[in-house]
């Protein structure tokens, strides 16, 4: 092994939760009402993709132009980043920064492969920037998750065989796009959800170096 790369909304810090309301909150005023379940689909989907699918689900795909769909997704970002001002290093998920500290003292590469394009702007509202060797922009791919796209970026980057790398998510369509890029995959969160992944865990705690190689070890290809 040796580089991990990791998705940001839902491992790092749960900006999923800001996601989720920013959205709910944009399309209530389109007269479009979702829940939290519904909120699984759009977990590590890109915003434009997240905004097809709630047109859809509120069969108002056909009732706007491209320039309209920009204006809400807009709006929509600035829901959230108004939300997401005021993070701190006391909203790192449990266990984060001693994982990125062990992963660099055990001479690993570190990677950020999130399908957000405010990714960097919260590596640094974390104060964890430094650690990352690489962060994949998501607008240099073609395909969003569950497309491997934003993994190979990152091994690409990184200068890494995607047999090398782990990668660790909280999104069903995220498992699928690790798996696709011939890496390993670590899900966090729920079984049923993130039953695809190589290792399933229930909280960012229990990630740790040891347990990577480990995992890493058994399923590399
Ligand atoms: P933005 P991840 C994803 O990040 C989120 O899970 C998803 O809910 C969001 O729509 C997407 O980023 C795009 O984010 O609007 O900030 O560009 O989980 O891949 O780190
Ligand atoms: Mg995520």
């Known amino acids: 092994m040796q580089a991990v790369l990791f998705?940001?909304?839902g491992i790092i810090t749960d900006t999923a939760e800001y996601?989720?309301?920013a959205w709910k909150s944009l399309a209530g005023t389109l007269g479009i009402e979702i829940d939290r379940e519904f909120?699984?689909?759009l977990k590590g989907v890109s915003r434009v993709d997240s905004l097809a699918k709630i047109l859809e689900f509120g069969e108002k795909d056909k009732k706007?132009?491209?320039t309209e769909k920009e204006t809400l997704m807009n709006e929509k970002n600035e829901l959230y980043l108004k939300r997401i001002q005021k993070m701190t290093p006391q909203d790192l998920l449990p266990g984060i920064y001693e994982?990125?500290?062990s992963l660099k003292s055990n001479g690993y590469k570190i990677g950020l492969s999130s399908a957000s394009k405010n990714g960097p702007m919260i590596l640094n509202l974390l104060k964890i920037a430094?650690?990352?060797d690489v962060v994949a922009n998501p607008d240099s791919i073609e395909k969003g998750k569950p497309a491997p796209d934003i993994f190979l970026k990152g091994a690409e980057l990184l200068n890494v065989s995607s047999h090398e790398c782990v990668g660790i998510e909280d999104a069903n369509s995220g498992i699928t796009a690790i798996l696709a890029?011939?890496?390993v995959a670590i899900g966090v969160g729920s079984q049923s959800q993130l039953a695809h992944a190589d290792l399933v865990l229930s909280s960012t705690e229990e990630l740790n170096v040891?347990?990577?190689e480990a995992v890493w070890q058994k399923f590399h290809k």
């Open 210 to 212: 040891e347990l990577i």
């Open 130 to 132: 430094d650690f990352f």
């Open 99 to 101: 994982l990125l500290q």
């Open 7 to 9: 998705d940001l909304d």
């Open 64 to 66: 706007y132009s491209s």
């Open 181 to 183: 890029a011939e890496m």
């Open 39 to 41: 909120n699984e689909q």
């Open 19 to 21: 996601h989720y309301l």
